[in-house]
């Protein structure tokens, strides 16, 4: 990922306005006997009559899109339906929805394998205007001259810290550090962890991080995220030519190297905790980012896209200037010099077995999101997106907290961000099956050793 060009977002010296397929053809019919002749032009017909329907993955901003397609049907004329999968649930919701006469028009890719999924499903997307505007083309999903995927959001994930918080702990007599700046790998965090677990009676807390949700549907961000800081590990260990994800998709096993680094950070949010490991099967994300919001933790793992959800608790207690990012450490030699996850798993895809009707009025949306000012303010302000699109100026980036130390992070020229690469994960299943295995682990009644088999036997089962 070019992230540079990510940076220097300007307006657009030309805009491309190719059609999209179908667009502008008209046909003349006359009655016999009749002297009044019917013209149909595709730019004439009654727009409310073009209902396209767009499949959400992100239920934290379900609320922003409904506010966001009643404009656009105000401005334009056209409804747009929009249904949000169940957190950890698009891809089964995806399969169900596509399997019925109203299907998606708009659906979303996490990248290479899940096109591979739904390549059949995927119209072109090389002549549309959106397409146009995106900065660094060598994002999109393509395949030989084809744009199948258009990424709409550069977003990042970390250690969300509340600044107040740790400013209480650093004025303590006996303080293991006294600024973030000092917390630059995993021994210094578990080591400043440890100590504000041990006072979390003087720090109004119940524990230093969130709970660890281990509730189903809900433990993406420990066998998706936070499994992305290994196995990037690993393969850059083993990229030879080309980028780190495509020696990811080459795998066809791993050695899961550096699991004792994941076991690292999992066992430190596990142990210095908000909840009893016994209780974690029971938890939520919205569980875990209503501790953070209410002052009851210090620390919690998420992304930017955070924010509206800390933002949304009643009774929420941290003040916008306290919240930041710390790097996820595991213990990995350099990591002093690791910055926060960067990348995309968000892909606008077209349903290419709609009408071609539906397939422009669908490009016709996204384009407006991202282009008329509108739907930038919708993309900035509400949905938090770090766009990468020539559409946005300097002063439309987003001004949310989580999203400006996404930027900060990204513009540090002494940091390396981590990509993402967890799109090289076999399948869904495979992080369900590393999920469950986690349970077990942080239950009790599966050893380390266990997870880290169960692990490799299921990568190796879904690539053959």
């Known amino acids: 990922m070019k992230i540079k060009k990510l940076l220097a977002m300007t307006i657009a010296t030309a805009v491309i306005a190719s059609a999209f397929v179908g667009c502008g053809s008209s046909t003349t019919e006359k009655t016999e006997g009749d002297s009044t002749t019917k013209t149909e032009d595709s730019e004439n017909t009654d727009k409310s009559a073009t209902e396209i329907y767009f499949l959400n993955f992100k239920p934290e901003i379900a609320e922003v899109y409904d506010k966001i397609v009643a404009d656009y049907e105000s401005e334009t004329g056209v409804k747009v339906k929009v249904q949000t999968a169940a957190s950890g649930t698009y891809e089964q919701t995806l399969k169900s929805e596509m399997a019925k006469s109203d299907a998606p028009t708009i659906f979303q890719l996490n990248g290479p394998v899940g096109y591979q999924s739904w390549k059949d499903y995927?119209?072109?997307?090389?002549?549309?205007?959106?397409?146009?505007?995106?900065?660094?083309?060598?994002?999109?999903?393509?395949?030989?001259?084809?744009?199948?995927?258009?990424?709409?959001?550069?977003?990042?994930?970390?250690?969300?810290?509340?600044?107040?918080?740790?400013?209480?702990?650093?004025?303590?007599?006996?303080?293991?550090?006294?600024?973030?700046?000092?917390?630059?790998?995993?021994?210094?965090?578990?080591?400043?962890?440890?100590?504000?677990?041990?006072?979390?009676?003087?720090?109004?807390?119940?524990?230093?991080?969130?709970?660890?949700?281990?509730?189903?549907?809900?433990?993406?961000?420990?066998?998706?995220?936070?499994?992305?800081?290994?196995?990037?590990?690993?393969?850059?260990?083993?990229?030879?030519?080309?980028?780190?994800?495509?020696?990811?998709?080459?795998?066809?096993?791993?050695?899961?190297?550096?699991?004792?680094?994941?076991?690292?950070?999992?066992?430190?949010?596990?142990?210095?905790?908000?909840?009893?490991?016994?209780?974690?099967?029971?938890?939520?994300?919205?569980?875990?980012?209503?501790?953070?919001?209410?002052?009851?933790?210090?620390?919690?793992?998420?992304?930017?896209?955070?924010?509206?959800?800390?933002?949304?608790?009643?009774?929420?207690?941290?003040?916008?200037?306290?919240?930041?990012?710390?790097?996820?450490?595991?213990?990995?030699?350099?990591?002093?010099?690791?910055?926060?996850?960067?990348?995309?798993?968000?892909?606008?895809?077209?349903?290419?077995?709609?009408?071609?009707?539906?397939?422009?009025?669908?490009?016709?949306?996204?384009?407006?999101?991202?282009?008329?000012?509108?739907?930038?303010?919708?993309?900035?302000?509400?949905?938090g997106f770090i766009a990468p699109f020539d559409s946005f100026e300097e002063s439309e980036k987003p001004s949310d907290p989580l999203s400006k130390e996404v930027l900060r992070w990204m513009e540090d020229s002494n940091i390396s961000s981590v990509p993402w690469i967890f799109q090289s994960f076999p399948s869904q299943n495979f992080k369900d099956t590393f999920a469950a295995s986690l349970l077990e682990y942080v239950q009790g009644s599966k050893e380390w050793s266990d997870v880290v088999t169960t692990v490799k036997d299921t990568w190796a089962a879904e690539k053959q």
């Open 122 to 383: 995927c119209a072109d997307l090389k002549d549309t205007e959106l397409y146009s505007h995106l900065l660094d083309k060598t994002m999109a999903i393509t395949s030989e001259e084809g744009v199948y995927g258009i990424p709409y959001a550069v977003e990042g994930y970390g250690i969300i810290y509340n600044d107040a918080i740790m400013q209480k702990y650093f004025a303590l007599d006996g303080a293991k550090v006294k600024s973030m700046d000092e917390i630059n790998n995993f021994n210094k965090l578990k080591e400043v962890a440890d100590d504000m677990q041990s006072k979390k009676d003087e720090l109004g807390i119940k524990g230093v991080f969130a709970s660890t949700s281990m509730s189903s549907g809900n433990a993406w961000r420990w066998e998706t995220h936070l499994a992305n800081l290994p196995f990037y590990y690993e393969f850059k260990d083993n990229t030879t030519a080309g980028t780190v994800l495509e020696t990811g998709l080459e795998a066809n096993t791993v050695e899961f190297k550096y699991a004792d680094n994941y076991k690292n950070i999992y066992d430190l949010y596990t142990t210095d905790s908000t909840t009893e490991k016994g209780l974690l099967s029971a938890k939520t994300v919205d569980d875990s980012m209503a501790e953070f919001a209410l002052g009851q933790c210090a620390m919690v793992q998420n992304g930017n896209w955070a924010w509206s959800q800390i933002n949304g608790v009643d009774g929420n207690t941290v003040k916008e200037e306290d919240i930041k990012f710390l790097p996820i450490y595991t213990g990995v030699s350099g990591e002093e010099n690791q910055g926060i996850c960067v990348g995309t798993e968000n892909y606008f895809a077209i349903n290419s077995k709609v009408s071609e009707e539906k397939q422009k009025a669908s490009a016709e949306f996204i384009n407006w999101l991202f282009t008329s000012d509108t739907g930038k303010k919708y993309v900035s302000n509400d949905l």
